[in-house]
């Protein structure tokens, strides 16, 4: 079955940085693209960032020029480096798949930026 383990958050200073690794197993992690999304206490969860199959990326705004997402099919794992890391950064981040029309989510990890 489709699973997605993420891994990497923490506490970081504001201006720190943080990469996250998302493992992926149960599907053809190369064809499929791969997205990360972010979700505070009492808010919708906003996506962050998404990378093809073929290796295009997109960003939201408010990370742009900030984070890369970026991934291994070798090892069928995906990334997101985050830099320059600011408090609203603050969020829970999950992996996210969309494999045979079915959305898969991993159980995420927390990133927490504070002084």
């Known amino acids: 079955q489709v699973q997605l383990v993420e891994s990497g958050g923490g506490l970081v200073q504001p201006g720190g940085s943080l990469r996250l690794s998302c493992a992926a197993s149960?599907?053809?992690?190369?064809?499929?693209?791969m997205r990360w999304y972010r979700q505070t206490p009492g808010k919708e969860r906003e996506l962050v960032a998404t990378i093809s199959s073929t290796g295009s990326t997109f960003y939201a705004d408010s990370v742009k020029d900030r984070f890369t997402i970026s991934r291994d099919n070798t090892v069928n794992t995906v990334y997101l480096q985050m830099n320059s890391l600011k408090p609203e950064d603050t969020a829970v981040y999950f992996c996210y798949v969309n494999h045979l029309g079915n959305g898969y989510w991993g159980r995420g990890t927390q990133v927490t930026v504070s002084s």
């Open positions: 149960g599907f053809t992690f190369s064809s499929r693209a």
